[in-house]
């Protein structure tokens, strides 16, 4: 982590992650999906490249929350915002709610990625930024070649929201 940084209770960190051979300066500002933060995390979603939606397989609520951030998502990004959605704490499988099934059915009903992922045992973590950043990557180079239009580069500002109770955390890639 090279810097920490906080506003009305939305933590950002700042991580460098190499792709392909470039440096790239992720800037992950992580909202913990609480419903107070709802009215100003849509200020962050006009400048998100990329947005994790996090549940936790452990708690069904946080599964059924993920369509209203969808909702809320498709109201206030940017139409072609890459978005990922990460099923959390799957070193839990005894107190699982949330079928691996029924994560992968909500994924490809949107036409989103989708992983297990768990923190505590580091599962998945680093493909999930990866695959997004990676996503992102495609994106922009495609919409340079498009347009040869300088404005197209900038910070790479990943928006991770998640279930209040889970932290951002095996499990497999579709």
Known sequence: MLG???LHGIDF??????????????????????????TITTAYYRGAMGIMLVY?????????NIKNWIRN????????????????KCDMNDKRQVSKER????????GIKFLETSAKSSTNVEEAFFTLARDI???LNRKMNDSNSSGAGGP???TESRSK?????????L
């Open 4 to 6: 920490r940084g906080g």
């Open 13 to 38: 960190k700042i991580r460098t992650i190499e792709l392909d051979g470039k440096k790239i300066k992720l800037q992950i500002w992580d909202t913990a999906g609480q419903e107070r933060f709802r």
């Open 56 to 64: 936790d397989i452990t708690n069904e609520k946080s599964f059924d």
């Open 73 to 88: 998502i498709e109201e206030h990004a940017s139409s072609d915002v890459e978005r990922m959605i990460l099923g959390n």
């Open 103 to 110: 994560g992968e059915k909500l994924a490809i009903d949107y």
């Open 137 to 139: 990557m495609t994106k």
């Open 156 to 158: 790479v500002k990943i």
């Open 165 to 173: 109770k889970t932290s951002f955390f095996r499990c497999s890639l």
